[in-house]
């Protein structure tokens, strides 16, 4: 059974940094990609991040030159290194995975396994 783990998220003032990980685990094949979404209250899921099996990324324009998406297959570990945090990047961070070699982030239907979430609240 696939399983992943969010971890990282907290409180922190809007300018700092915070970096959340995600742990995979129950996959038997590699080919899968993983992504970075967020939920605010009142707000619809949105795409963050994600990133190809060849570690090639794609960033929202909202987080793009801000945040900055990894991956350490060995270690079956999603990162996302969040820098000159906003207050409107307050939301619960989910990671998620897909079959697949090529992510996108403009839909979210493609991700099939789920974290349960970690939350970020920034404030000023």
């Known amino acids: 059974q696939v399983r992943l783990v969010e971890s990282g998220g907290g409180p922190v003032q809007s300018g700092g940094s915070l970096r959340l990980s995600c742990v995979v685990s129950?996959?038997?094949?590699?080919?899968?990609?993983m992504g970075w979404f967020r939920e605010a209250p009142g707000k619809k899921r949105e795409a963050v991040a994600c990133i190809d099996t060849d570690n090639t990324p794609t960033y929202a324009d909202s987080v793009k030159g801000r945040f900055a998406i990894s991956q350490e297959r060995a270690r079956n570990t999603l990162y996302l290194q969040m820098d000159s945090l906003k207050l409107e990047d307050t939301a619960t961070y989910y990671c998620a995975t897909g079959d697949g070699t090529r992510c996108t982030i403009h839909t979210l239907r493609i991700y099939n396994y789920w974290g349960q979430g970690t939350q970020v609240t920034v404030s000023s």
């Open positions: 129950g996959y038997t094949y590699n080919n899968y990609f």
